[in-house]
């Protein structure tokens, strides 16, 4: 210290630097895992409604059916 009285200077700033970028990358950890189980849930709740509609659009069809069957029985 007695060579370089102000060497405190660089240790400090890069004690700073080095917990700052620490820090980031943590959060960016967590930032992308929290990403990605937001994308699941999206596709999960995509699928569902694609399930949903197929059995609905299952549920028209058996509904044309009847209605063509009924139709042409009256003919």
């Not at 200077?9 to 930032?31: D, P, S």
């Not at 189980?37 to 028209?60: C, F, G, P, S, Y």
């Amino acid at each position: 210290m007695e060579q370089y009285p102000l060497s405190w200077v660089f240790y400090i700033t890069f004690i700073f630097l080095t917990a700052f970028v620490f820090l980031n990358m943590m959060i960016g950890a967590i930032l992308e895992v929290m990403s990605e189980e937001q994308n699941a849930k999206q596709a999960q709740k995509a699928h569902d409604e694609r399930d949903e509609i197929a059995r609905q659009l299952q549920a028209v069809q058996v509904q044309l059916a009847e209605l063509t069957k009924q139709i042409s029985d009256k003919r």
